[in-house]
């Protein structure tokens, strides 16, 4: 099983990346059972949204 820090480390460079399918398989067994990586993975995507909201100007604004 994948440490934590080799976990969040894959979640991260998902982002960039295709990982491998054993990359993959190591990251979901271990988020099966870590709370806490299951946090960081949420806290990432909602990051990457936001940063992509920001990057294309914000929300879109309503009666203006």
Do not use: D, V
């Not at 054993?22 to 946090?39: D, G, T, V």
């Not at 990457?48 to 309503?62: L, M, V």
């Amino acid at each position: 099983m994948k440490s934590c820090r080799g976990a969040t480390r894959l979640m991260s460079e998902s982002q960039e990346r295709n990982l491998l399918f054993s990359e993959q398989a190591s990251l979901k067994l271990h988020l099966a059972m870590c709370a806490p990586c299951r946090n960081f993975g949420r806290q990432l995507h909602a990051l990457r949204r936001i940063s992509k909201s920001y990057a294309g100007g914000g929300p879109e604004k309503t009666g203006e």
